[in-house]
């Protein structure tokens, strides 16, 4: 199956810093990606959908100053958390998926970075 | 109303029997639907996903849909301890607010728990 990673898998840092957090598409050409966010004991929620080369699409409720999502090439896929604060620690996934737009079979998940904000 | 509704647990089974796993959803809207399992502290891994009315089969896995029911649920088959995860239930719809992109709702996942 298709592989996407995340860096860093784990993060902590301190309040008022910008965290940036990588994923990629190994082995196949990500046109859409998708960036979730995890709360213990809750559901992943989507924050915002990025296609290479557009602004992403922020979810209602989404800061899109405070979560900066850059999907400059097919392969990779940014996202900023600027003036980080301790509510903002959570567990961060993306999703890749090789058709635009569409998260059906072909989403396939990075493995999540734990961030958390002291 | 949540729009997609899961009950959390713990689902407690013994080994070998049959675990069933239900989800509701609220939008009628809804086109597709998916089972992820998730395993403490890591991501969603797709197990099962369903499209139309009826049942699927994968191996010791069967997802049943019911779209006039709003409902969609996953049965385990000869339930393993190594099934014991977060059984994550996922809908999709076009999104209206990006142009026709897809936009999954995840429900709150019920936790499985198999007792050998």
């Known amino acids: 199956g298709a592989v996407v990673s995340q860096h860093p898998s784990r993060v902590i840092c301190k309040s008022g810093t910008s965290v940036k957090i990588e994923c990629r598409s190994l082995?196949?050409?990500?046109?859409?990606m998708f960036w979730y966010r995890q709360f213990p004991k809750q559901s992943l929620m989507l924050m915002a959908t990025s296609n290479e080369g557009s602004k992403a699409t922020y979810e209602q409720g989404v800061e899109k100053d405070k979560f900066l999502i850059n999907h400059a090439s097919l392969t990779l896929s940014t996202l900023t958390v600027t003036s980080a604060h301790p509510e903002d620690s959570s567990f961060y996934i993306c999703?890749?998926?090789?058709?635009?737009?569409?998260?059906?079979?072909?989403?396939?998940f990075g493995p999540g970075t734990r961030l958390t904000v002291l | 109303q949540k729009e997609v509704e899961q009950n959390s647990g713990p689902l407690s089974v013994p080994e070998g029997a049959i675990a069933s796993l239900n989800c509701t959803y609220s939008?009628?809207?809804?086109?597709?639907f998916f089972w992820y399992r998730q395993y403490s502290g890591k991501s969603p891994e797709l197990i099962m996903s369903?499209?139309?009315?009826g049942d699927k089969e994968d191996g010791r896995f069967t997802a049943q849909l019911n779209k006039a029911s709003q409902y969609v649920s996953l049965l385990i088959r000869d339930s393993q301890p190594s099934d014991s995860a977060t059984y994550l239930c996922?809908?999709?719809?076009?999104?209206?607010?990006?142009?026709?992109?897809?936009?999954?709702?995840f429900g709150t996942g019920t936790k499985l728990q198999v007792i050998p």
């Open positions: 369903i499209y139309s009315n």
């Open positions: 996922a809908v999709i719809k076009d999104n209206p607010y990006s142009g026709g992109y897809q936009k999954v709702t």
């Open positions: 082995d196949f050409q990500a046109t859409t």
């Open positions: 999703s890749a998926s090789s058709v635009r737009g569409q998260a059906t079979d072909t989403q396939y």
């Open positions: 939008d009628r809207g809804s086109q597709s």
